[in-house]
């Protein structure tokens, strides 16, 4: 009997593909509809660990409906500096598809709005539940006391390397939300252009290090059923935040990251089709996700050719591509807004 992962994702999520460089996903049909209020739940059942990581010392998904409430509210909290002035970037996005039933454009110039549509926690979901990492840190536990965001990763996890399950890797996640699958995945190598530089790195690196203490220790820790789990991510990650050090080379720290770059995006494989086990939806998914995948491995040749002098994208990172297809993304995040932000009073 297969253990249950950490949230069950495998009961509504199929992963269709894994390989060391591409990882794929969807959910299907109950009758001829989409399984929307399975997937919606499921997220849902991340968010705590999302928010928290494990800095509460919460291990799973058996928490209180106090801790979700606070978990909500705190999402519903986070702000950030615009040009006219601090907005609440889940609020806005909230308004933007449920007060007014709309949505924003791939191409929106309010790029702050984007991490209100929850891509980062669909991230953490998949990275929780198919590749089997655990949080190091929770960016939405450390935001500033004003609420500000911090920015960075979209994910900071930690996790068995993809090459090789014997060892350990750091995971450096980027994720996208779009209703073009190729707007996304070309965001997705801007975001490894941006972000894997020496000074963006050294800067993340710094901020990650600063959490280090900020777990719950063991004296503290309620639930004896895990207690031994708890003790040993303390202990690794005091490995990690050791490499983390700004003593230390990037280019060694480099080799032992892995980069998930996870693009869910609208696809008219499931407006065209109502069945997931039939030769044909699979033959349309898997032609869509092999078209993805060709475009964006192009995209990555090119940028490493026109690579800036001083970034140390010049090694080989080790990247893989995950793509979540689904009906649209305009219901997922509206759905996703209206059930979470009602949590807040529950």
């Not at 192009?298 to 990172?317: F, R, W």
Request: glycine share 6%.
């Amino acid at each position: 009997m297969t253990e249950k992962t950490p949230f069950g994702s495998e009961e509504v999520i199929t992963q269709h593909i894994s390989e060391a460089d591409i990882k794929t996903y969807f959910v299907g049909f109950d009758f001829g509809k989409y399984r929307y209020d399975e997937l919606i739940d499921l997220i849902l059942d991340v968010i705590v660990d999302f928010a928290f990581g494990f800095h509460k010392g919460i291990l799973s998904n058996s928490y209180n409906r106090r801790i979700l409430v606070e978990a909500a509210k705190s999402i519903y909290g986070i702000k950030t500096q615009t040009p006219n002035g601090e907005k609440g970037i889940f609020e806005e996005v909230k308004k933007v598809y449920v007060d007014k039933d709309s949505e924003l454009p791939d191409d929106t110039e309010e790029k702050h709005l984007k991490r209100g549509e929850f891509g980062e926690v669909i991230l953490h979901l998949l990275l929780r539940d198919f590749i089997e990492t655990v949080p190091l840190i929770s960016k939405i536990h450390f935001k500033d006391t004003d609420g500000i965001t911090v920015h960075g990763f979209d994910a900071v996890h930690i996790g068995p390397s993809i090459l090789n399950h014997s060892e350990r890797s750091l995971y450096l996640g980027e994720s996208k939300l779009y209703n073009c699958g190729k707007t996304g995945v070309r965001e997705l190598i801007k975001d490894i252009k941006n972000h894997f530089k020496r000074d963006f790195l050294r800067r993340e690196f710094a901020l990650i290090s600063k959490k280090q203490t900020s777990f719950i220790k063991p004296e503290d820790y309620k639930d004896k059923n895990t207690f031994e789990e708890y003790n040993g991510f303390l202990e690794e990650k005091k490995q990690w935040f050791k490499l983390l050090d700004e003593k230390n080379k990037l280019q060694d720290i480099l080799d032992s990251v892995t980069i998930p770059l996870l693009c869910t995006y609208t696809s008219d494989v499931f407006n065209n089709h109502f069945n997931e086990e039939t030769e044909d939806f699979i033959e349309d998914y898997e032609k869509e996700i092999n078209e993805l995948k060709t475009y964006f491995d192009k995209q990555l040749k090119s940028m490493k050719k026109k690579v800036e002098e001083g970034e140390p994208v010049k090694t080989n990172l080790n990247i893989v591509l995950m793509l979540f297809p689904v009906p649209s993304k305009k219901e997922l995040v509206k759905r996703l807004h209206t059930k979470l932000y009602n949590q807040q009073w529950s």
